[in-house]
């Protein structure tokens, strides 16, 4: 995974992560992957596409990045646990991009899995995260038909952090920087662009960047196709529409494919 940008909220800026076989020799092998679960967008269903969801994949630990409707499916079948998934980055909350949170947050606790997942996200994300842990209490206190099982509260399993334009995370030493961007539609005079905002992602190994003068994209992934009530999207345009400013390779992605 070198040097990619998806569409869609999301910006792998170059040089990005060690591959698997590069960073062996060091001894501090780390396998990163890109992975893109879901690759619709918008609330229609797609019979070949699944709902916005990707895996960033940094050893043993699987990060999610956006968590659509179908996402703990989709990482069955990339292969992947969701016992292994330590976080979930969300650009924005609307639905198609966290449909998917509640089976997340939900199953992760039927499972019994043990310490805190974060959930990483923009301002509203606390209060829709608080809404999903509070729907998933009556399930919980009810047990799983296991004897002697304990309770455990749902909301001691989860921590959510908002993040503003310009935040910084670190995940297992990448790093991770946000920026604000417009996606919502605010009626004027309010307050909601207070109390919400949709952000986008970019993930640097930070020791490699610096060598760098700087970070450029090498690639460019477009996701999140919205066909509406027609299964066939034409992708001409938006290939068209990032060819504006954007001469190297571009692509559409699909389901599953690995970076
Ligand atoms: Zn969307």
């Known amino acids: 995974m070198k040097g990619i940008a998806v569409v869609a909220l999301i910006l792998l800026a170059a040089p990005a992560l060690p591959a698997a076989d590069a960073a062996g020799a060091a001894g501090a092998a780390v396998a990163s992957q890109f992975i893109t679960l879901g690759t619709h967008g918008g609330p229609v269903s797609d019979r070949n596409r699944s709902q916005p969801a990707n895996a960033l994949v940094l050893g043993q630990a699987v990060y999610l990045v956006d968590a ?25 909350i609307h639905i198609d991009h966290t449909g998917g949170l509640f ?54 399993t989860v921590e959510v952090v908002e993040l503003r334009d310009g935040a910084s995370v ?64 034409d992708t001409a345009p938006l290939v068209a529409g990032v060819r504006k400013w954007f001469d190297g390779p571009v692509e559409i992605a699909r389901d599953l494919d690995r970076y």
């Not at 790093?175 to 952000?199: C, L, Q, W």
């Not at 992934?221 to 999207?233: F, S």
Request: hydrophobic share 40%.
């Open 68 to 92: 659509g409707d179908g996402a703990v499916q989709q990482l069955a079948r990339a292969g992947l646990s969701l016992a292994a998934v330590r976080a979930v980055l969300i650009s924005h």
């Open 170 to 233: 670190k995940l297992d030493g990448l790093a991770v920087t946000t920026a604000e961007n417009t996606h919502y539609s605010f009626p004027k005079g309010g307050d909601m662009d207070r109390r919400f905002a949709s952000i986008s992602f970019r993930f640097d190994m930070p020791e490699v960047g610096q060598m760098s003068a700087r970070a450029k994209v090498h690639r460019v992934l477009i996701t999140h196709l919205v066909a509406g009530r027609d299964p066939n999207v």
């Open 103 to 156: 089976a997340v947050l939900g199953l992760r606790h039927q499972m019994g899995s043990t310490g805190k997942i974060t959930i990483y996200g923009p301002p509203g994300i606390k209060a829709m995260v608080d809404g999903l842990l509070a729907a998933i209490v009556p399930e919980a206190e009810s047990g799983y038909g296991v004897p002697g099982e304990d309770y455990v509260p749902p909301q001691n």
